[in-house]
C-alpha cells in the first residue's frame, strides 16, 4: 500500500499545538548540545573558562546598561531631550560592537538541517528567528534598551507608555538588522574573492578607525595638541551626516520620543511608524536570504561548479612519466625541510591570506605601534624600553590563534593520519608559518620604533630578540599541545570571531603573562646589579629551554595524536 503524501488532503491540518512541540523540541534540543557539552572531555576546562570570563563580560555589559538608564533619566529629567539622539545612537553602536567582538555560543549542528523536517517557510522562519534571540547582542541590546525606557519613565512618568512603545520598536528593528546583516555577511562569504575583497575592507576600516579615534578624539589628544583640534573639521563632517542620520532608526527613535514629549503626536507618530517600516524592511531582507536556503540553496564552494574550468576547452593529456610513490616524503628539499613541510607551509600562507582574524592580528599591532610610538617616546614613560614594550603587545594576535593550528583544516584533518608523512612534520610547517610572521612583525616594529621614536640600544634589541623567542618556543608548545586536546572548526564562510576556545585563550593569555613577568623580574635583576649587559645570558639559557621543551613536544606529536584523532576528526568534521 502506497504511502500517503504529506500534501494528501486525507492528512488531518498543522495544529498550533504542533507548532509549539516543534519549537520546544529545538529549545530543548539546544539545551540539551550546551549541557553535554560540558560532559565531553576538556567540558570541565571549557566550564571554568566560562566562570572565570562571565564576571569580566558581565562587568562589561552591567557598565552600558546602567549607563543607558541614567543617561536616559538625566537627559529628560534636566529637559535635554534634544540629545537623545546621542543615547539612541550610543544603544545601536553598543548593539554592533557586541555583535562583532562577542562570538555567538558554537553549536553541534547546522539549524538548516530542520529543514529535512515536515516545516513549511513561515515556521522555518519562526525557527530562524527565534534561535537566534538568544545571542549576547540580544540580550545585552535588549536590557541597555530596557534601562533607557526605565530611565525615562522615572524622570517622566507620563512619558513611560509612550517611550516603552517606541523603544521596543527600536529593539525590534535592531534585532532584524543584526540578523539581516549577518546572514548577508555570510552569503558574501561563501564565495572565496568576496572573502579577500571583505578581509582588505575590515582592514583598512578598522585601521582607519583606530587611527581617526587617535587624531580626533580630544581626550587622546595632549595639551600642545588640543589647542590645535580638529573641532572645525569634525563640526562639518556632522552637519553633514545629522539630516542622514535623523532619517534612520536611532534618530527617528529619539524623534518620537521629542515629538511626544512636545505634543507633536502627529510627527511622533510618524517617527514611530518610521521605525516599524524599517523594522520590516530589514525582516523582508532577511526572510528572502532564508528564503533561499529553504529552497536548497548551498553556499558551500565545494558545491559551485568552477566557472572557469567549465569554460575552458577540454584537452587531451599528454602522456608524461609518473614518478613512482615511496612510502615515506623525501627528507631533501628547500632549506633542508622535506616535502610534507614544504607543501604545508605553501598551504598555511594561503590560509593566512583568507583568514580575516590571523591578517588582524598581524597588521592591527604594527599599525598601532607606529601611532602610539611618538607618543610613548615624547612622554617618557617607557625610556628606552619602547621596543621591547612594543613586541611583547604585538606578539598577543599571532601567539593566540596558534592555539588552533588545526581549525582551518576541518574534515581534512582526516587526510594527516592516512598521508604518508608524520604530524610532528605538519605541525612544524604551521609553527614555522607562526615564527616567521613573529620575526617579520620584529623587524617591522623595529623599523618602525627607529623611525617614528629611538632605535632602542644594542643590549635592549638583543635581551628583546631572546625573550621573544623564548616566549615563541613555549606559546608554540603550549599551542600544539591545545591544537590537539581542544580543537576548533574554523569557518571563513560564517561571520564569527571565534578562533580558539575560552580555555585556550586564557592559557595563551596567562603563559604571555607568565614570560611578560619571567622578562621584567630578569630586567629587575639585571638592574639591581648593576649590569644590564646580565639579561643576555640569562634570557639566552630561557630561550634554550623553551627550545628543548618545544622540540620535546614537538617529537611525541604524532603519539598524542593518535590518542586524540576520534574527538580531533569529530569536532574539526562538524557540517
Given at each position: 500500500?502506497d504511502p500517503i ?12 499545538a504542533?507548532s509549539?512541540?516543534?519549537f ?5 534540543l539546544?539545551w ?18 566560562r ?7 558581565a ?9 543607558s ?17 546621542i543615547l539612541t ?5 553598543l548593539?554592533?560592537?557586541v ?9 553541534s ?36 534598551i ?35 546583516a ?12 568576496a572573502r ?5 575592507f ?38 553633514v551626516?545629522?539630516p542622514?542620520?535623523a532619517?534612520?532608526p ?42 533561499r ?25 599528454h602522456p ?38 590571523q ?16 607618543r610613548?617616546?615624547?612622554?617618557g ?8 614594550v ?41 609553527n ?12 617591522i ?6 623611525f617614528?621614536?629611538?632605535?632602542p ?7 628583546t ?32 570571531r ?9 592559557i595563551a593569555?596567562?603563559?604571555l ?31 634554550i ?6 622540540v ?24
Amino acid at each position: 500500500m502506497d504511502p500517503i503524501a504529506p500534501d494528501s488532503p486525507t492528512n488531518h491540518p498543522w495544529t498550533a499545538a504542533q507548532s509549539r512541540a516543534q519549537f520546544a523540541a529545538l529549545a530543548k534540543l539546544r539545551w540539551h548540545i550546551f549541557r553535554n557539552g560540558f560532559r565531553r572531555k576538556g567540558g570541565g576546562g571549557e566550564l571554568a573558562a566560562r566562570i572565570i570570563l562571565f564576571p569580566v563580560l558581565a562587568f562589561l555589559a552591567i557598565g552600558p546598561i546602567i549607563g543607558s538608564g541614567v543617561a536616559a533619566y538625566l537627559m529628560v529629567s534636566s529637559g535635554r531631550i534634544a540629545n537623545l539622539p546621542i543615547l539612541t545612537w550610543a544603544l545601536f553602536a553598543l548593539w554592533m560592537l557586541v555583535v562583532l567582538n562577542i562570538s555567538p555560543p558554537g553549536l553541534s549542528f547546522d539549524i538548516n538541517t530542520i529543514i529535512r523536517f515536515p516545516l513549511n517557510f513561515p515556521r522555518y522562519l519562526a525557527a530562524r528567528v527565534v534561535f537566534g534571540l538568544l545571542s549576547a547582542s540580544t540580550i545585552i541590546g535588549t536590557l541597555a534598551i530596557i534601562s533607557a525606557a526605565i530611565g525615562i519613565a522615572i524622570a517622566k512618568p507620563s512619558m513611560a507608555p509612550w517611550s516603552t512603545l517606541v523603544l521596543a520598536a527600536f529593539a525590534v528593528a535592531n534585532i532584524f538588522f543584526t540578523r539581516m546583516a549577518l546572514v548577508w555577511v555570510e552569503r558574501w562569504l561563501s564565495t572565496r574573492r568576496a572573502r579577500e575583497i571583505f578581509t582588505a575592507f575590515f582592514l583598512f576600516a578598522s585601521l582607519g578607525f583606530q587611527y581617526i579615534n587617535l587624531n580626533f578624539n580630544p581626550g587622546l589628544q595632549s595639551r600642545h595638541h588640543r589647542a590645535a583640534s580638529h573641532l572645525p573639521l569634525l563640526r562639518k563632517i556632522f552637519h553633514v551626516i545629522k539630516p542622514i542620520a535623523a532619517l534612520l532608526p536611532p534618530g527617528l527613535t529619539a524623534s518620537a520620543i521629542a515629538r511626544y514629549s512636545q505634543s507633536h503626536y502627529v510627527a511622533a507618530a510618524a517617527a514611530l511608524l518610521g521605525v516599524w517600516l524599517f523594522a520590516a524592511l530589514f525582516f523582508s531582507i532577511y526572510a528572502w536570504r532564508m528564503y533561499r536556503e529553504f529552497r536548497g540553496e548551498n553556499l558551500s564552494e565545494v558545491s559551485q561548479p568552477n566557472q572557469a574550468a567549465i569554460r575552458r576547452p577540454a584537452t587531451v593529456p599528454h602522456p608524461a612519466h609518473i614518478p613512482s610513490t615511496a612510502t615515506t616524503p623525501s627528507r631533501t628539499g628547500t632549506f633542508g625541510l622535506n616535502s610534507t613541510i614544504i607543501a604545508c607551509l605553501q598551504k598555511e600562507f594561503i590560509y593566512l591570506r583568507r583568514n580575516i582574524n590571523q591578517l588582524y592580528g598581524f597588521v592591527a599591532p604594527i599599525f598601532m605601534v607606529f601611532l602610539f610610538a611618538n607618543r610613548l617616546s615624547l612622554s617618557g614613560r617607557f625610556g628606552n624600553f619602547i621596543f621591547t614594550v612594543a613586541i611583547a603587545y604585538s606578539v598577543l594576535g599571532v601567539s593566540i590563534l596558534s592555539y588552533n593550528t588545526l581549525g582551518m583544516d576541518g574534515s581534512g584533518v582526516q587526510l594527516y593520519f592516512i598521508a604518508p608523512g608524520r604530524m610532528r612534520d605538519i605541525f612544524l610547517a604551521k609553527n614555522l608559518t607562526g615564527f616567521l610572521l613573529n620575526l617579520v612583525e620584529l623587524i617591522i616594529v623595529f623599523a618602525v620604533i627607529a623611525f617614528v621614536a629611538h632605535p632602542p640600544s644594542l643590549v635592549i634589541a638583543l635581551a628583546t630578540v631572546l625573550w621573544l623567542l623564548f616566549a615563541t618556543f613555549i606559546n608554540g608548545a603550549v599551542g600544539n599541545l591545545r591544537s590537539l586536546a581542544a580543537p576548533k572548526k574554523v569557518d571563513l564562510t560564517k561571520a564569527s570571531r571565534k578562533q580558539a576556545s575560552q580555555l585556550s585563550v586564557l592559557i595563551a593569555l596567562g603563559i604571555l603573562a607568565v614570560c611578560a613577568v619571567i622578562g621584567f623580574a630578569v630586567l629587575v635583576l639585571a638592574g639591581k646589579l648593576g649590569q644590564p649587559w646580565l639579561m643576555i645570558p640569562l634570557l639566552l639559557a630561557l630561550a634554550i629551554a623553551g627550545f628543548t621543551f618545544y622540540v620535546i613536544v614537538l617529537n611525541r606529536l604524532d603519539t598524542i595524536a593518535l590518542k586524540h584523532r576520534e574527538a580531533l576528526i569529530e569536532e574539526l568534521s562538524k557540517t
